[in-house]
């Protein structure tokens, strides 16, 4: 079973202020990183991807990835009340005894961004 | 407009009683999945299909059955064997393969079983 991990939550940051998720993941032949957002009693939505080492970043978001270390984060710059939402960090690779893809999931991290 | 459209939202059931919740798309997408999602849990896959007439079980399809005789449709069936079944369902979309790509999300399908 692939392993994904999210730095528990829940995480409160102030307005304005930087949030970090960190998530890490087993399979050192993963090579896909997605971040989705998800609002209470919503379904989740894609904000970032990542498939090389380095960080990329799409406005106030920035995504990390350091194969070497497993790990995958997100950093949210200048944080707003809106981004308060649960994040999952998902990690492609194959199926157990087929070749073909598919997401793993960790189980989330709360942010909570106070005005 | 494109997109997933799940049905029922809301749905109740009595225990022993097998239900269908529906996932149709218009995206053109091959690949469809269904997740589980509990209460502070991450999403499981139950079952996902990357072509019409094939699909393949995921982590948690004890319980459930899924069909795929369309490229559009997706159905779960949630059965009686089934023996927590109160969750959050959610239908997903995929363009990409052998690479998932980024997953499209139904807004969703909550079961409460009574």
């Known amino acids: 079973q692939k392993e994904v991990e999210q730095n528990s939550g829940p995480l409160s940051v102030p307005e304005g202020a930087i949030a970090s998720l960190n998530c890490t993941y087993s399979?050192?032949?993963?090579?896909?990183f997605f971040w989705y957002r998800q609002y209470s009693g919503k379904s989740p939505e894609l904000i970032m991807s990542?498939?090389?080492?380095g960080d990329k970043e799409d406005g106030r978001f920035t995504a990390q990835l350091n194969k070497a270390s497993q790990y995958v984060s997100l950093l949210i710059r200048d944080s707003q009340p809106s981004d308060s939402a649960t994040y999952l960090c998902a990690v492609e690779g194959p199926d157990r005894g087929s070749t073909l893809g598919r997401l793993y999931f960790g189980r989330g991290t709360q942010l909570t961004v106070w005005p | 407009d494109g997109g997933i459209t799940q049905s029922p939202k809301y749905l109740f059931r009595k225990e022993g009683q097998n239900v269908t919740l529906s996932c149709e798309q218009n995206l053109n997408h091959d690949a469809m999945y269904w997740y589980r999602q509990d209460p502070g849990q991450g999403l499981r896959l139950i079952y996902y299909?990357?072509?019409?007439?094939?699909?393949q079980k995921g982590d948690i399809a004890e319980g459930y059955s899924v069909s795929r005789e369309k490229k559009e449709s997706f159905p779960l069936t949630v059965t009686s064997a089934q023996k927590n079944p109160t969750a959050f369902y959610l239908c997903?979309?995929?363009?990409?393969?052998?690479?998932?790509?980024?997953?499209?999300f139904g807004e969703g399908s909550r079961l409460t079983v009574l």
């Open positions: 399979d050192r032949g993963s090579q896909s």
């Open positions: 299909s990357q072509i019409v007439n094939d699909f």
């Open positions: 990542i498939y090389s080492n």
């Open positions: 997903a979309s995929s363009t990409d393969l052998p690479t998932t790509g980024e997953l499209f």
